[in-house]
């Protein structure tokens, strides 16, 4: 279940994945914020959708925002 810790989403890699981290776990390798969105119901926020991605202040985009899927 995703708590108040931010939502960590790493810089794309080579391939243009992004690994998604929510408390200290990596719920999986994203290739889109659609995936993001995936993840996150899995993990518990199963009302989220891609503008809730986009927007939450409980999601750390690092190496660049929801725009940015290549290196």
């Not at 279940?1 to 999986?28: C, F, K, N, Q, W």
């Not at 995936?38 to 809730?52: K, T, V």
């Amino acid at each position: 279940m995703v708590s108040s810790t931010p939502v960590v989403i790493y810089p794309p890699d080579e391939d243009g994945g992004r690994r998604v981290r929510a408390d200290g776990s990596i719920l999986g390798l994203a290739y889109s914020v659609r995936d993001v969105v995936a993840f996150l119901q899995e993990a518990g926020l199963q009302g989220w959708d891609e503008m809730d991605v986009v927007r939450s202040a409980l999601i750390e985009w690092r190496g660049g925002g929801p725009a940015v899927w290549t290196r």
